[in-house]
């Protein structure tokens, strides 16, 4: 499943899981490992630790605007005197939403989660791991109530749980099994400034995996794998007209589904390590389709020197509509499953111990995609066009996506690290031609032509630390037939022909942050400060589309800002 966090309506999200739990995170932006299943563009992996083994630990820290506990230390000993396991516990609760209501911000968020870690050895070749988390999240916009369009969200909440117990056995050196039982759920509701309900729905999974890595070959390892899983979806979308009428009712779906496959990925290196080559396929089905896929994917990593890699990577990925589509009354179980085509290349130069370059190219080919071709309003033949009251879904869309980025770092413990990146892209959709609908090509609700991201860290002295982040991206278009007129200082918004032709302001912000710390032999303290959104940059959001006239073809929409500057002050206890 995906990797959870808390979402706003914002377009941000602040990760469930706690940094100093995290062992590893990795982003495989396309031509991903075979292992991953039911995704068509990209995957994040991440993977969080154990806790100390060796002794026990606490960490404690407060701010403005939140506050965090963490606790781990060694479980049982063996008959050496060497821990049989370790367990690790973090709580967190935000104070966002007393801050956020005693300044401009157009809403307030808060949020609260609880994680645990158990690992123990049973045998030195057999290991358990259970690892759960719980969480809560809610938004609140009555201090913008005023502003708000009949379709906006005024407050909203969200509940995810997720529980994984992994044996981990080891019955030679040269093979090791790893089986995962896992559930997730998680529950969401939002309201409209009415207290109508809006959106809401429930989700939950059981999962069985079990993968093997067999190393026949030093230099040869093999890995299989299978996987199944139970879902079950119950959603809601509605739309109103105005804030007494009876609502339209966008979607709703109620089912469960079974998804099981299975994979086997052979890797090879030579040339002294200079070379890896990996290639595999992965094989999937349906309960409610009924329509297997096969995805095979291939990879290869060559040091052409000691200083410069070159990665190259393709592979043909699928993913199965959700339940919540299979099972709408606008579609159908004889939906296909999208289908994706990735070729990805990058070379890496080493400048140096502590500094690198690297410029990647992707290229991702997308098709099937489930789309409502005759959903929104919009302009045709100079007329305004009502959408039926049966938007059917239809495998119609296709997508292309190319782009590219460069990234330079330097990373050191002392005096200057950081890296500076720019990526393009452009991802462009056309619609298939459906009955009574004519095929047109637009631009992705998420394109974003330019990103730039500036992160640097500058250590003053062995306790003082100063550091600085500026991310700046191009407008994401609005999405829907939209264009607009201004007049009089105001923006009004009336239905177009062509969509996502309209987009919003360029994203920019600017955050800065001092740490100060005192050591001792037993503990650590650290002092910080820091500003969100320095130069108090006015970043807008497409919020809602609320209604439309008919005769005017002029459109009710509301486009909002996220949170002003923030200023925070906060402490961490290490011992």
Known sequence: WEFPSHRGDLGYSLPKVVGDMVESMELHKGAFPV????????????QTRDGSASSTMFRIGASSSSATAMAEGPLGRASGGKAKGSWLVALRKSFLQYVLSRTSAPMVFDMEDAQ????YDLTPKNTLTLSV???????????????????????????YTLGNLAWRYS???????????????????????????????????????????WMWSEQAPLEVGWQVRRVRNSDFANQYRNAGGLPRVLDHANGTAVQDGGYAQQSWSGGTGRVRLTAGARWDDHSIDRVATVSPQASAAIGLTNTTRLQLGWGECAQYPEISVFLSPFGNR????????????????RLGQRTRLRVEAYDRADR???????????????????????????????????????????SSANRFTGWISYAYGKTTMRDGAVPGVAAQQFPSDYDQRHTVNVYGGFRVRPTVNLSARTSYGSGFPMPGYLSAYRYGGYDYYFLAPTRNELRLSPYLRTDVRVNKSWMHARWKFTLYGEVINLTNHGN????????????????????????????????????
């Open 35 to 46: 292992r991953f299943a039911d995704s068509s563009a990209g995957v994040l992996d991440v």
């Open 116 to 119: 645990a870690r158990l690992s």
């Open 133 to 159: 988390l719980e969480s809560y999240s809610n938004q609140d916009q009555s201090n913008n109530k005023a502003t708000l369009g009949i379709n906006s969200v005024l407050k909203a909440g969200y509940h």
């Open 171 to 213: 019955p030679t050196t040269k093979l090791l099994i790893v089986s995962h039982a896992a559930w997730m759920r998680e529950k969401h509701d939002d309201t409209t400034p009415e207290a109508l309900p809006l959106v809401g729905g429930y989700y939950g999974e059981w999962v069985g995996t079990s993968t093997a890595a």
């Open 334 to 349: 004889g939906l296909l499953p999208m289908r994706s085509i990735h070729t990805v290349a990058a070379a890496e130069q």
């Open 368 to 410: 099937d995609l489930p789309f409502q071709p005759s959903y929104d309003p919009r302009i045709v033949n100079g007329q305004v066009f009502n959408p039926p009251s049966n938007p059917l879904y239809y495998n119609s869309l296709r997508g292309h996506s190319r782009g590219a980025e460069i990234f330079l770092q330097r």
């Open 540 to 575: 807008y959001y497409f919020l809602s589309f609320n209604n439309y006239n008919s005769q005017t073809s002029q459109v009710s929409i509301t486009v909002d800002k996220t949170f002003p500057i923030l200023p925070s002050a906060g402490m961490l206890l290490e011992w």
